[in-house]
Each structure stands twice: as structure tokens, then as C-alpha cells.
């Protein structure tokens, strides 16, 4: 029996490791690596040879995007309907070839409002299973003249660079179309040259809303990129466009945690002439503040009975430029009440934020007790009617999923598949027993 149990026992356990070792294969499935040039089926840091021939070149708003690699690598994320990572693995660069627009200075990559998915959440990031894409083939997201990037679910950035190479006024935007984004740990947004790394405009910034389209929906933006590295301009809001049949109706929601901010932070729009309808919560923990903090940003407010909170916990204001009830030249309406809450800071920070502050309705120091909401918040519509020029307006903003869980290396570990811990489940006990018969009948024989 010894003899038979010396035979059986690295059978089974041999049974067991291939058990497990299917695990990460099949967890695997939904990472595809994306880079300018790149030859092969996205599996692996080869890239991904796109498709051609996917619209109409000669129809109005051209959608270019649709013969890119990373648009058809996210969209294969999209149709999965599962959680999924993009690595960039090289330079990704967006420009007027690569999205749509009827105006010669702009582009968008972007998707139809049907396309989005509430329920799902896609990881951008360069490190992945311990190769730093960043340091080996030079990845990033490069933003060149007029180009903007809209997302089509929820998304976490992480170990990635996302850079600017133009100088123009025109900007270049990363808009979360009313998904929840985090932008965590390692995301570094570089400025278009070194000389102008001071200016918050020389960055990509970010927005919560759509870029042009009228919709319905909450918005939730999280910036915790560590001190060291920088991002450009945050809004809550839309990005642009003016007019009443583009109001965005919704609650506006910016969380600083850390990483030095150069742009300004408004909890509205990025442009005067887009409104929003709906309350605004800016909330500071930690980071560098370089820029002006307004919580009513460029874009005013559709309804005069809206609130719009700044709530200071900590950060670094040495610098900041001010903290406002609104931004100067806003189009729309300010805030109906609007509140300054330094109650979670240390005395240090409310000083350093009062001295810079101006034109709140009230002001609560730090222990003090934080007044309860003058207004209820609006309600939104699942589906609102889209405009006459637009597509159909998207649904109400999905919950924020859970941020995939990462590495040691700093790269998205990919979650376990269902499917694989159901064979180990099914093969272990399997395994034993096929060798308990086996010992069994050693013995009886």
C-alpha cells in the first residue's frame, strides 16, 4: 500500500497544479494590449492589426475612430460584457485621424449612447505582469490637436502616462460621459513641452460629463495619483456647448485624494455657455492645489435652486491660485446657497484655504458642526429624450464599480474566472477519491 500511495500522491497533486494553472488563463481573456503599429490579434505586447473599411468616408461626422485599434480592442470589452484591461503598450496617439467630427480642428473618439455599458469597468495601465510598457517601448496616451477622448463605461487609469504634444488653444479632454473614472496610482499627465509645465493648460484635463451631448446623468470623478505625479484641469461637468437642448441634467461629484492639480477645478463645465442642472460636491483629502478651486465652474447653472458644496479635509494650498463660490465670467446661474466646509481640516489648512477664499454663502470651520442640505437633490431620468441634432441622450449614471485589484507589480491582476475555481472544486475531490478506490482495492486484493 506505501508503494501505491508514493505512486499516487504526486499524481494527484500534479492533477491540482494543473487545476489551478487554468485559472489565470481563462481570467486572462479580456486583456488586450494596444499600441500605434501594432500586428497581431491584441493578445499579447504585439498589438493589434485593426480592421479597415468600418464607415462611410463619405458622410457627415466621419467616425474615424472606428478603424483604430483602440477602439476596436475596447469595444471587444464592451460586447463581452465582463470587466476587462486595456495595456497600452506603446504610443497610443489620438489626432484628427482618429475621431469624429465635422469640424477640421476637433476630433472625438467616441461611442453611441446604446454602446455604453453601466456595468462594467475597463483598466488602462502600461505595467502589466511586472513589464513596465512606460520604461520598454515608450507608452502613452498621446493627445495631438483638437483630440478628445470619451469613455464608454466605467474606468480606472493606473501606471500610465497621458501626455500633450500641442500648444494651440485648442484643448484636449479625457471626458467620463457619466461613468464613474478613477485616475489611481502611477497615472502622470505631462505637459505638451517642459517650459510650459507650469500652466494648466498645457495638460490633458478631465471632465464627468459628455463632450457635446445632452444628457441625463450623475457624474463621479476620483483623482488619487500620488504628490509626485500632475494632471491638468478637472470638471464635473460637461465640456462644451451652449443652448438649453444640451443642459446636463445631474449631480456633479470631484474627489481629490492626491496628485499635484495645474488646472483649475470647477464643479460644472469646462466652457461658460454649458449648463448644468443639478448640485455640485467638490471634495479635497490631500494633494497639490495649484490652480483656482470654483464650485460653480465656467459653465453656470441651468436652475437658480441648486446647491454647490467645496468640502476641505487636507491638501496643499501654498500655491493655489483661490477657492471660489463660482468662476469669473461663468454664463448661467451661480449656486442657490452655496458652503465652504473646512470642518474635517486641521487649523493650518482652513487658514491657508480662508485667506484665498471668497464669495460663499457660509463658511464652517474646522470641528464645527456642518449644516444639513437646504435643497433636495434633483432627480434624474433613466432615459431622457435626446436632441434634434445628437444621438439618443444616455441612460442614468451607472454605480461605480469596484477598481480591479492590483499587483505586486502595480499592473491589474486579472479576477478570477467562476468557471476555473468550479473545475478545481470539481477535479480535487475527483482526484481523491479515484485514489482512495484505488488504495482501497490494493488493500482488499
Known amino acids: 500500500m506505501k508503494r501505491i500511495a508514493k505512486f499516487l500522491l504526486p499524481v494527484l497533486a500534479l492533477v491540482l497544479i494543473a487545476a489551478i494553472c487554468a485559472i489565470p488563463a481563462a481570467a486572462a481573456d479580456n486583456v488586450y494590449f494596444v499600441k500605434d503599429g501594432g500586428a497581431g490579434d491584441g493578445t499579447t505586447d504585439a498589438g493589434f492589426t485593426p480592421t479597415t473599411g468600418n464607415y462611410d468616408t463619405t458622410a457627415s461626422n466621419t467616425p474615424r475612430q472606428k478603424d483604430t485599434a483602440y477602439y476596436q480592442l475596447i469595444n471587444k470589452i464592451l460586447q463581452s460584457g465582463k470587466d476587462g484591461t486595456i495595456v497600452i503598450c506603446g504610443p497610443v496617439k489620438f489626432d484628427l485621424s482618429t475621431g469624429q467630427s465635422n469640424n ?17 469597468t ?30 464608454p463605461s466605467n474606468s480606472v487609469f493606473e501606471n500610465i502616462t497621458i501626455s500633450r504634444t500641442d500648444n494651440s488653444s485648442v484643448d484636449n479632454y479625457i471626458c467620463a460621459c457619466g461613468h464613474s473614472v478613477l485616475f489611481g496610482k502611477g497615472t502622470n ?16 484635463g478631465v471632465c464627468g460629463g459628455e463632450r457635446y451631448r445632452k444628457a441625463s446623468t ?15 484641469a478637472i470638471y464635473g461637468g460637461k465640456h462644451s456647448v451652449n443652448g438649453e437642448n444640451y443642459v446636463m441634467t445631474g449631480n456633479t461629484n470631484v474627489t481629490i485624494k492626491s496628485g ?33 478651486v470654483n464650485a460653480v465652474g465656467n459653465g453656470g447653472i441651468l436652475s437658480a435652486d441648486k446647491t454647490a458644496k467645496v468640502i476641505i479635509k487636507g491638501g496643499n494650498f501654498t500655491d493655489c491660485l483661490g477657492v471660489y463660490d463660482s468662476a469669473v465670467g461663468l454664463t448661467g446661474n451661480i449656486a442657490k446657497y452655496s458652503l465652504l466646509d473646512l470642518s474635517g481640516a486641521d487649523a493650518a489648512t482652513a487658514k491657508a484655504v480662508i485667506d484665498i477664499a471668497a464669495g460663499f454663502n457660509e463658511t464652517v470651520q474646522p470641528g464645527a458642526g456642518v449644516p ?16 434634434t441634432t445628437a444621438a439618443p441622450a444616455t441612460t442614468a449614471a451607472p454605480a461605480t464599480t469596484a477598481a480591479p485589484a492590483t499587483s505586486s507589480q502595480g499592473s491589474t491582476a486579472p479576477a478570477t474566472d467562476v468557471t476555473s475555481i468550479i473545475v478545481l472544486a470539481v477535479l480535487a475531490p475527483a482526484a481523491l477519491a479515484v485514489a482512495g478506490v484505488v488504495i482501497s482495492k490494493k488493500i482488499k486484493d
Do not use: C, Q
Open 104 to 120: 477640421e480642428s476637433t476630433r472625438d473618439v467616441m461611442w453611441n449612447f446604446d454602446e455604453y455599458k453601466k456595468d462594467i
Open 122 to 151: 475597463i483598466t488602462y495601465t502600461s505595467v502589466y505582469n511586472g513589464v513596465d510598457y512606460r520604461a520598454t517601448n515608450g507608452a502613452a496616451m498621446v493627445f495631438d490637436f483638437g483630440s478628445h477622448v470619451l469613455l
Open 189 to 204: 499627465f505631462t505637459p505638451s513641452t517642459a517650459d510650459k509645465a507650469g500652466e494648466g493648460t498645457a495638460y490633458v
Open 218 to 232: 450623475d457624474t463621479n470623478i476620483t483623482v488619487d495619483i500620488g504628490d509626485e505625479n500632475t494632471i491638468g
Open 260 to 292: 499635484t492639480v495645474m488646472g483649475d477645478i470647477g464643479g460644472t463645465a469646462v466652457r461658460p455657455a454649458a449648463l448644468i442642472d443639478g448640485d455640485v460636491t467638490i471634495t479635497i483629502e490631500g494633494g497639490v492645489i495649484k490652480g483656482t
Open 372 to 387: 444639513a442640505d437646504t435643497t433636495a437633490a434633483p432627480v434624474t431620468t433613466a432615459n431622457p429624450t435626446a436632441d
